[in-house]
Structures are given as C-alpha cells and as structure tokens.
C-alpha cells in the first residue's frame, strides 16, 4: 500500500495578490445614483461593473403595486433577495410566493416572471452576474425613474410584441 496521497500539491497562494489600483466603492443612498426606470418600476444601479472589475453589478429595485415585467428571459444569471414586502415569483410555469429576507437566484436562460400583486411597494436587491446584463438596464429603460409612476402603460407597450423585452 502506498502512502502518496493522490491530491496535488499546492504550489504558492491560491489567492492573488491585493489590486491596490482598485478603490473602495460606497453606495450611499443620498448620493447621485443612475436610476433607471423599466416597466413602471424604478432600478437604482448601486454598483456597476466599473465598480466591480466586470464582476457583477447591484441594483436596488423599487416594485409598485401592480409592477414587475411580463414573463422573460436572458442569458445571464439572476439574485433576487427581497428588502421589503411580498412578490409573486414564476419560475418555469410555477409560482413562488416571495417575502421579506427571501433569496431567490434564477439561472441563465430560464423563464421567468415576477409581479406585485400587494397594496404595498416591494424592495429588491438585485444582483447580475455578467455586466452585460448591467447595460441593458441602461438601454431599456428611461434615465430618472420614478418609483410613483403606474406600471400599467409601459407595461403594455411591452408585452404588445412577443412577450420578452427588449434585449432583457
């Protein structure tokens, strides 16, 4: 019997080196943050890919009563953790509901859908894992978005075409 184990060895730090060219990012809330404004609801970009070395971008979503996109899908994954209130989720045909401090990820390609069936506005945080994805937030929806505005019209100006949006 041997006694080599079969793991290989591990040669120098399997963590690299600090960037020390990269800088702390804060999001503070009072700050000039781009807010986006998609289907009647309002997406707070938090931290963009600039922020992040491409990483993953982090957007804070205000859903209104009524509010959230028709039933879409993309080629990038998807986190959801839910700040306040309740969403209903539909995830491949099935429904989910969702409240506060629930975590949610849907991977990339998979229908999905999630609406605001509540009196109540519904906070999201929203993480995206391809700063591609980040982008399309910029080109799909209208710079300064207003977290009062009915979802209803832009709602329908959406879903009047094949039911996805947009690049999204």
């Given at each position: 019997m041997s006694s080599k184990s079969n793991v290989p060895a591990q040669t120098g730090s399997a963590i690299?080196?600090?960037d020390l060219r990269r800088e702390l990012v804060v999001a503070q809330p009072d700050s000039k943050l781009p807010h986006i404004g998609v289907v009647g609801d309002t997406y707070t970009i938090l931290l963009a890919g600039k922020d992040t070395a491409g990483q993953f971008c982090l957007i804070d979503m205000h859903v209104p009563p009524g509010g959230g996109p028709p039933p879409h899908r993309h080629d990038f994954e998807e986190t959801f953790t839910v700040l306040e209130g309740e969403l209903d989720a539909t995830f491949r045909?099935?429904?989910?509901?969702?409240?506060?401090?629930?975590?949610?990820?849907?991977?990339?390609?998979?229908?999905?859908?999630f609406h605001n069936s509540s009196t109540q506005p519904v906070r999201l945080a929203m993480h995206l894992f391809a700063i591609r994805a980040g982008r399309i937030f910029h080109g799909g929806g209208s710079a300064g978005g207003d977290p009062h505005h009915s979802a209803t019209q832009t709602r329908r100006s959406w879903t009047s075409g094949s039911g996805r949006s947009p690049r999204h």
């Amino acid at each position: 019997m041997s006694s080599k184990s079969n793991v290989p060895a591990q040669t120098g730090s399997a963590i690299p080196p600090d960037d020390l060219r990269r800088e702390l990012v804060v999001a503070q809330p009072d700050s000039k943050l781009p807010h986006i404004g998609v289907v009647g609801d309002t997406y707070t970009i938090l931290l963009a890919g600039k922020d992040t070395a491409g990483q993953f971008c982090l957007i804070d979503m205000h859903v209104p009563p009524g509010g959230g996109p028709p039933p879409h899908r993309h080629d990038f994954e998807e986190t959801f953790t839910v700040l306040e209130g309740e969403l209903d989720a539909t995830f491949r045909g099935k429904k989910y509901l969702l409240r506060a401090s629930e975590t949610i990820n849907v991977p990339a390609n998979a229908p999905h859908q999630f609406h605001n069936s509540s009196t109540q506005p519904v906070r999201l945080a929203m993480h995206l894992f391809a700063i591609r994805a980040g982008r399309i937030f910029h080109g799909g929806g209208s710079a300064g978005g207003d977290p009062h505005h009915s979802a209803t019209q832009t709602r329908r100006s959406w879903t009047s075409g094949s039911g996805r949006s947009p690049r999204h």
